[in-house]
């Protein structure tokens, strides 16, 4: 039997033997998404590394479709993992308030967090004082806390005025 011998609508599924389509006597591109029944494609139905990187449609996979705790260090990559900031924590420490030229404060990370970030402020009688540095504390490779510096830039009589030196620590 030829093609041309056979009607429309002639062979339907129920004619064709399990098995007796396969790959080669599918077009390119016959098989669209809306010919294909919800649930038709199961897991158990894909061939092993049938879905890739390259296979995936940008956006396809979104937030709303990722199981709750489906994304951790083993499957996202060593340096991105490292990158992540867990269990932040806000320290600080503030120096006495007097007429003294020169302040520093240093603010310190719990044990087992490391300081991502900091800063200082300045309070009291501020006419002529300035932050001199502000910086992160470091004991080998680990950053251990921050560090701010200030100073009375007039020649005195000096004001009452203190520093405080605050720290955004995180395990990492």
């Not at 809306?34 to 396809?60: D, F, P, Q």
């Amino acid at each position: 039997m030829t093609n041309s011998k056979i009607k429309t609508q002639a062979v339907t599924s129920g004619k064709i033997k399990n098995g007796g389509v396969n790959a080669l006597d599918i077009g390119a591109g016959q098989v669209t998404g809306e010919k294909i029944a919800t649930g038709a494609v199961t897991g158990k139905k894909l061939a092993k590394k049938a879905i890739s990187e390259r296979t995936i449609a940008n956006e396809a996979v979104t937030i709303g479709k990722l199981g709750k705790e489906s994304v951790d260090a083993s499957k996202i990559s060593t340096s991105l993992w490292e990158q992540l900031v867990r269990n932040v924590a806000y320290e600080n420490t503030a120096s006495v308030t007097n007429e003294e030229k020169d302040k520093t404060a240093t603010a310190t990370c719990p044990k087992g967090k490391e300081a991502i970030s900091g800063g200082v402020r300045l309070e009291g009688e501020l006419a002529s004082v300035a932050v001199t540095g502000s910086y992160p504390q470091a004991s080998g490779s680990s950053r251990t806390g921050w560090t701010a510096i200030a100073h009375e830039t007039g020649a005195g009589p000096f004001g009452d005025w203190s520093i405080t030196t605050f720290v955004v620590c995180a395990e990492i």
